[in-house]
């Protein structure tokens, strides 16, 4: 570190000699340090701000000691309310400092970065562990380590500093497992002690260091081959561990206690965990499993990850294979954030929970995960019964008890509608997993199939949430943020379907239930509508993609609605 140290100094120390690139460095330098006396002037008398010693920053031999002031005031020893301008001040200092533009990367800046990465990562490890005997999730450490976390994450956000992200990766390295002991500390204390109710210290660090977390995988995706971190798995793992411990563990053994403190059973449920901190690991886990199904040298932590989908979604266990396992049982989790949202559509309740995060978001984040497990799996492995049961559950317990007349379709669109992109991706996983198991055409499927939402009707029930709108279809087509015309183009195949996915009785859902109470009439206007409101935009260039495979396919079914209409009531004309 001396040797950094002496050779950055003499560079500044010298800048008369230097090329033109580090002229600007040392220009970045003197304006951040300028601004952080600024801000202690500022403040100087309602903060901690006001013990600074003023420092020539580009005199020789100052640098070791200006870089470990500002570490100082972004991570004090004890943290107070007046230490904030300090902290943010210090943030805003390295943010600048180490974030310089590519042209005036030189090996000056270099060094700075490196003593300042160096720094911050043994003031990060002090500060932790000097509280861990007692507690590490000491709301006074809270604050100044979330900054940390947030200044880190910001750096690897920015993808162009390249050198300054491998630098802060190898720091990283050697900090998950601690990084991972203090999220899992936090979550215990929360789930376990505090009965599921964080602190805003606790909150804002998760959501810090989560950030950081899935940052940092982002890059280790991305590593080239020459990296000495390319295909190190060590913060994958580690992250899945934690999570595991979070969202399994720790819930199976509060659901008890939450439900003995409590005579209202109700009550206790929705109390399990906050949604903030629930959608902030549920989110987390999400992007694992995008994360490690992207990546082929991660393929061994897929087995994990799915047994923590399926413990927490159904509980999933050995007994779950067993006879007399007649009735589904959600995890202790999810169970809670299904009470939470059926509490919230309830309308006595609905003024009081305004300020709270709606569960909703955290439940649609894991029926999309579920989905998509169930999509993968082999259709005879027994975990997919109890994964569709579960779901299926789910559902009705989230939105049940808000219906006069409770249909699964429906209740999945109200619960999907939150989120455009989440509504049309559950769809589209709806809709294959049906195709996957109509394509095997096994009798024995029949008892799957009644778990599955029945295409038709999901689409059907979407139709009749938007009013039977072939403009907001137009729209949510032509929009790059959904996939709703990819949702579009599979889901009219089944209309061209009827001689191709085999025979009764499993088939008899492959075709548009027409004749019953699904709305024929009011679905074929509407897609004929949606034909010519593409043509009328394809005529004017306002299509992003050629629209006439699409509207071909719009009006054969459309004709076949009207066929089929015409053969079962010949009047209906």
Known sequence: MQTVQNRMCEMIGHADTLISD??????????AWDDFHRVSATFATESNLNGLKPVDIAAKWQIDAVVKSVIRYLLPADWSLKHTAGCVAAFCFLKVTLSVPLESVTACSLSFQELSLGQLFQRVDETVNARNDVDCANDLILPPVAHA?????????????????????????????????????????????????????????LYELLLLWKRALQTYSSLEETHPLW??????????????????????????????????????????????????????????????????????????????????????????????NTQSSLGPLVSSLARSVAKVNDETELQMELLKPDPCISLRLIILTALELAVRLDLSEPALFELLRSIHSLVFEARNAHCIRPVYECLMVTLLAGDDAHLFHGLTLCLQLENCILARSCPGDQSLLDLVPNAHQLFASLASTIGYSPHLLVDWAVSPETSCLSYLVHYLRRFRSGDSLGPEPVNSRAAPPIGTDWPATQLGEMLDKLARCLRTLESSGSVPFSP??????????????????????????
């Open 149 to 205: 976390f947030g200044l880190l994450s910001e750096l690897l956000h920015d993808s162009s500093k390249r050198q300054l992200i491998s630098r802060i990766l190898e720091f990283l390295h050697s900090y998950w497992k601690p990084f991972g002991s203090l999220l899992i500390k936090i979550c215990s204390n929360v789930i376990i002690k505090q009965s599921g109710l964080p602190t805003d210290e606790q909150e804002v660090l």
């Open 231 to 324: 295909h190190d798995s060590s913060a994958f793992s580690l992250l899945v561990d934690a999570l595991q411990l979070c969202l399994i563990d720790y819930a199976q053994q509060a659901a008890p206690l939450n439900v003995s403190n409590s005579s209202d059973e109700f009550k206790s449920s929705v109390d399990l965990l906050h949604p903030s901190i629930a959608h902030l690991l549920i989110r987390s886990l999400r992007s694992l499993c995008k994360f490690v199904r992207a990546a082929d040298w991660l393929c061994s932590l897929q087995t994990t990850l799915d047994s923590i989908v399926l413990r927490l979604i159904c509980a999933y266990s050995e007994r779950a294979n067993c006879a007399d």
């Open 548 to 573: 006439k495979p699409l509207i071909r396919s719009l009006n054969y079914a459309v004709s076949v609605i009207q066929n089929k209409t015409m053969q079962t009531d010949p009047h209906s004309g």
């Open 22 to 31: 580090v002229h600007s460095f040392r220009s970045i330098l003197l304006n």
